[in-house]
């Protein structure tokens, strides 16, 4: 079930009473935009966490575009298209079935419970899904795994306490080409040893699926805690060099203040944010709207906007 508008917008509380009400403050009701109203402008999404090259290339587009913006409405406008503009990526829907999902990430980003979201809605969807329970490092990742596939009403594959992943991963694989299930969801460990260690264990596993299934993992999503801002950030780009990413899932949004994130992980990735999560329901969890998701981060300072006019 997709988000409601005002689901979405009280999600984004958080992150609307931050940067983007510093970035509509700094427009103000200016009739026309000055060099120091955009310096001010690039410091506000810059502290938004919105990356420093984006921040640059937006502000770079409003000074070419002077003549023609005509006071902060028009401003704004301009501002929340290029923000669209910057996270619309092509879609490529997986045909393949079964469509073998990787969830890759660190401890703590809601890997396991974004695992039990997606199952949720692909069986609310009329198909059929298999789980997969590849962190045999984590004494209670198997018994958080069983908990959502009771839940949700799937099946769920577990190996033993400290056992090899990638024998989780062939058996998993190989059961879901036997039950002709639509959809295999991998839950993967966070961490291991050492940060080598898990990279290795990660490429490991994709070579062990593809094995048994050619081409496959169809997707390869790495789950972000969109708190941890610029931190995110850097752990996706290690996971990228692992594991080359499909997608991204973005986590807790209605926890942090600084969505802008957002903006930063498409541009640093060039893959798309294909989900996000508002909350820890089974329902919490949402195909990512690029155009929904600008207007309801703005759309608390356009509401004052209008009720001022």
């Not at 403050?25 to 420093?52: F, H, M, N, P, R």
């Not at 050619?214 to 780009?237: C, E, Y």
Request: charged share 25%; aromatic share 4%.
């Amino acid at each position: 079930m997709a988000f409601t508008w005002s689901r979405l917008t009280q999600g984004l509380k958080k992150t609307q009473a931050n940067w983007v009400a510093r970035v509509c403050e700094t427009i103000g009701t200016k009739q026309k935009l000055d060099d120091t109203t955009l310096d001010s402008l690039e410091e506000a999404l810059i502290a938004g966490d919105v990356g420093v090259d984006v921040s640059e290339s937006l502000v770079s587009s409003l000074r070419s575009d002077f003549a023609q913006i005509d006071g902060s409405d028009q401003a704004l406008t301009h501002l929340k298209r290029g923000l669209v503009e910057r996270l619309v990526a092509e879609r490529v829907a997986t045909v393949a079935r079964p469509e073998v999902i990787l969830l890759l990430g660190v401890n703590g980003t809601g890997k396991t419970t974004t695992a039990g979201k997606l199952a949720r809605r692909f069986k609310d969807a009329g198909d059929s899904v298999l789980l997969a329970g590849c962190d045999t490092f984590r004494a209670a990742a198997n018994d958080q795994l069983k908990i959502w596939a009771d839940r949700v009403g799937v099946d769920v594959i577990l190996g033993r306490p400290e056992g090899d992943p990638a024998a989780v991963a062939h058996d998993a694989t190989a059961a879901a080409l036997a039950r002709h299930v639509d959809h295999l969801i991998i839950d993967t460990a966070g961490r291991l040893h050492t940060k080598s260690n898990l990279m290795a264990e990660l490429e490991k596993l994709v070579r062990v699926i593809s094995k048994v299934l050619p081409g496959a993992p169809h997707q390869a999503l790495l789950v972000l805690d969109a708190t941890t801002g610029q931190n995110g950030l850097r752990q996706a780009s290690e996971f990228h060099r692992a594991v080359p990413l499909t997608g991204v899932v973005l986590t807790k949004l209605d926890g942090t203040a600084r969505g802008g994130i957002i903006f930063a992980i498409r541009n640093r990735l060039g893959v798309p944010v294909t989900y996000v999560g508002l909350g820890e329901q089974v329902g919490d969890l949402d195909t990512f709207d690029p155009e929904m998701f600008v207007d309801a981060m703005f759309v608390q300072q356009a509401g004052t906007a209008e009720a001022s006019a």
